[in-house]
């Protein structure tokens, strides 16, 4: 793939070297110049000087070729104009725009354009760290209103499927690992001790998905 990268801050820069150790290559974008000492000698990629919503500056990029752009500038407003450039001028199905501003990420996924919104992410985080195991989901959608949840498996339910846990808790398991190694949850793969399941609900029933993944099955 051919990725097209607004941005040689941190963010912008390491995910150049990230896709160039995949194997794809990368042309990065950054109103100025010095900026692009933080791609390292190796760097083999293009390097444009510009703005990233300038038609020439995406050209000499190498846009018309490409098969995404991301747009991780340190400007709000900058990212999301390049955002919707690439993808309404140039045709880019693959865009994502980095965005500060949480009010503003909400409004441009309902537009279509899928944003990283930072400070609620990083926020999240710490969250996760300073609060006992188990107060904060693993990962949620930006409306809020689905959740992942990583536990090991409930006593009650060892020894019983997948399929029954999912309908008594209203949840569904997208993958556990057992013994080191990932396993795709099947409807009949039974738990067992020690595994430890990743599990997609929604917010508003999470306390009762954890209420039935404490209390165990009904009784038969």
């Not at 390097?47 to 018309?64: K, P």
């Not at 009010?103 to 760290?129: F, I, K, M, N």
Request: glycine fraction near 8%; aromatic fraction near 6%; charge should be negative.
């Amino acid at each position: 793939m051919h990725i097209v990268i607004m941005g040689c801050g941190r963010v912008g820069s390491a995910l150049s070297r990230s896709l160039e150790t995949r194997g794809h290559t990368t042309a990065v974008i950054d109103s100025n110049p010095d900026a692009f000492r933080r791609l390292g000698p190796g760097f083999k990629g293009t390097t444009v000087t510009g703005m990233g919503f300038d038609r020439e500056v995406l050209i000499r990029a190498g846009i018309e070729r490409a098969d995404a752009f991301a747009a991780v500038s340190s400007g709000d407003n900058s990212n999301i104009i390049s955002a919707r450039v690439a993808r309404e001028q140039f045709k880019i199905d693959n865009v994502v725009a980095r965005i500060y501003d949480p009010g503003r990420a909400e409004v441009y996924e309902r537009l279509g354009v899928p944003t990283v919104a930072t400070v609620p992410w990083a926020a999240d985080q710490v969250l996760r760290r300073l609060l006992p195991a188990g107060s904060e989901p693993a990962w949620r959608d930006q409306s809020s209103e689905v959740r992942l949840d990583q536990v090991y498996a409930p006593f009650p339910w060892i020894s019983r499927r997948i399929a029954e846990l999912e309908e008594a808790a209203d949840v569904r398991v997208a993958f556990l690992r057992r013994l080191g190694t990932g396993v795709i949850a099947r409807p009949d793969t039974v738990i067992q001790e020690g595994d430890y399941l990743s599990l997609f609900m929604r917010e508003d029933t999470a306390q009762h998905a954890h209420a039935v993944l404490e209390s165990g099955p009904e009784a038969d």
